[in-house]
């Protein structure tokens, strides 16, 4: 079984940054697509972006795009997501993910294992 703990969240002012990470163990971590969701209260958990096993191979949602980074450092069994220029509706519960390699999908049924979530909030 492979665990996800994200870690890194809190309040930050519109414009500003904050770097997520998710650290994994229990399985080969480098084994593993990942990728990041997001949940903001009200509303379905959306893709962000992911990340292929071997890190060179990225994917973002347009509302991202320039703005956010994924990276993984299969040394250290973790990845991130390096949040910039933050905006008031970037307010949400990111949960890190990740299934087997060859999927990369944006799709919450992509992904067999998650992560309980780390609180972002922006404000304006």
């Known amino acids: 079984q492979l665990q996800l703990v994200e870690s890194g969240g809190g309040l930050v002012q519109a414009g500003g940054s904050l770097r997520l990470s998710c650290a994994a163990s229990g399985r080969t971590f480098s084994n593993y697509d990942m990728a990041w969701f997001r949940q903001a209260p009200g509303k379905e958990r959306e893709f962000v972006g992911a990340?292929?096993?071997?890190?060179?191979?990225?994917y973002y949602t347009d509302s991202v795009k320039g703005r956010f980074t994924i990276s993984r450092d299969n040394a250290k069994n973790t990845v991130y997501l390096q949040m910039n220029i933050l905006k008031p509706e970037d307010t949400a519960v990111y949960y890190c993910?990740?299934?087997?390699?060859?999927?990369?999908?944006?799709?919450?049924?992509?992904?067999?294992?998650w992560g309980h979530g780390t609180q972002v909030t922006v404000s304006s």
């Open positions: 990340i292929s096993w071997t890190g060179r191979s990225t």
């Open positions: 993910a990740a299934d087997w390699y060859g999927s990369t999908g944006s799709s919450i049924s992509d992904y067999a294992y």
